[in-house]
């Protein structure tokens, strides 16, 4: 007969073993550090590529949507949450996010009102079919191949509508990127204490929360890398992109760390 330690440290094992099951990681404070600072190297890091090494956006769009995808594969493949997989795709639908909008901007010359506008009418399709097939949108219970599927398409489209709605605030209504990031943060934090104190949906406040996030970083990234001529700190893209990258590196290394000991922890109360 189990004692009342067992059946506690039984339980315990049992709700990380659940979680662990789960394809995409806790929603923690380092969650949100790294999804910030990966859409400002989404920003920061398409710039980089296609203007200061001149590798067009063309070019560009190509190479790192080849890398996307062969990231994502691997990481179906894996059928499980593993930290640095994990980030990688984050970071290249950033990119690539960012590269979307970029060229219908640049290329194609679609307004940034019209491409905020039909990335928010994808993005809202995309919730709605995944809430039709699935019967739920909470990043809790992404357990199967096609909940992941509709999880990174709702990702990529929110990076490409936060792009273009960034873009839209700071150059298209002239708001400069400081005052830009500053609103973005404000409504983000709106959210937070709509659903701490007021109770709002766990789920509706996440989404909220995660669209917002891309704006706010593009801004931020924008501020940071832009000459001072254009309103910007003038960091550049390439030191822009490396403090962030080896800020989310380090960060991913010391999750990993943590996920690698609650999986020892999972086995070991079996």
Do not use: C
């Not at 710039?47 to 590798?55: H, I, V």
């Not at 894996?78 to 970071?91: E, L, S």
């Not at 605030?169 to 204490?193: N, Q, R, W």
């Amino acid at each position: 007969m189990l004692t009342h330690a067992a059946w506690v440290l039984a339980i315990k094992g049992e709700t990380i073993m659940n979680k662990l099951l789960n394809r995409v990681p806790e929603v923690t404070l380092f969650f949100w550090v790294i999804k910030i600072m990966a859409t400002t190297v989404g920003e920061t890091a398409a710039d980089y590529l296609a203007f200061t090494l001149n590798f067009g956006l063309s070019a560009t769009s190509y190479v790192m949507g080849g890398l996307l995808l062969a990231a994502l594969w691997l990481q179906l493949r894996m059928k499980r949450y593993v930290p640095a997989n994990y980030w990688i795709v984050v970071v290249l639908l950033s990119v690539v996010g960012t590269l979307i909008t970029d060229r219908l901007v640049d290329e194609a010359g679609v307004s940034l009102v019209t491409t905020t506008i039909a990335f928010s009418i994808a993005l809202a399709l995309t919730f709605l079919f995944w809430y039709r097939s699935e019967k739920t949108l909470s990043i809790h219970e992404i357990f199967t191949d096609r909940r992941e599927l509709f999880y990174w398409a709702a990702i990529l489209f929110t990076f490409a509508l936060g792009t273009a709605a960034g873009d839209l605030f700071a150059e298209g209504m002239k708001l400069g990127y400081g005052p830009s990031a500053l609103i973005f943060g404000a409504v983000i934090a709106a959210i937070t204490l709509a659903h701490y104190v007021f109770k709002l949906n766990a789920v509706l406040a996440f989404w909220l929360a995660y669209i917002l996030t891309r704006p706010l970083g593009a801004s931020m990234g924008d501020l940071l890398s832009q000459p001072l001529t254009n309103g910007g700190l003038g960091l550049g893209t390439t030191t822009t992109s490396i403090v962030f990258l080896g800020v989310i590196l380090g960060l991913v290394t010391f999750i990993t760390r943590q996920h690698q000991q609650q999986l020892a922890l999972a086995r070991g109360s079996k």
